[in-house]
């Protein structure tokens, strides 16, 4: 159940938000804890810089200090209903 809130887990489980929510804090712990997390997170290596954010002035200032921080990361963002024309179609 991917991008709801605790309440909405909580309720497609039959369960209180408290206790969804000590198991999202135990599964954050151990996923971002060793052995897990030095087992299968790896970083990507520094020569890996996409040219156009690199060749770009108006890119670079912005990213030269987090290239590889966020590559194959997925973020779940939901705008508001009103909001939602203007993003249609974004990456």
């Not at 909405?8 to 804890?33: A, C, D, M, P, W």
């Not at 030095?38 to 040219?51: K, L, W």
């Not at 156009?52 to 990361?73: Q, V, Y």
């Amino acid at each position: 159940i991917t991008g709801l809130t605790i309440r909405h887990v909580g309720e497609h489980f039959q369960r209180s938000n408290e206790t969804i929510s000590r198991y999202f804090q135990k599964l954050l712990f151990i996923f971002s804890s060793s052995p897990f997390y030095s087992e299968y997170v790896h970083m990507p290596a520094s020569d890996v810089i996409q040219p156009e954010i690199r060749k770009n002035s108006r890119f670079w200032p912005f990213f030269k200090d987090a290239i590889g921080t966020l590559d194959g990361s997925h973020i779940h963002v939901a705008p508001a209903a009103n909001d939602q024309v203007v993003y249609c179609n974004c990456k």
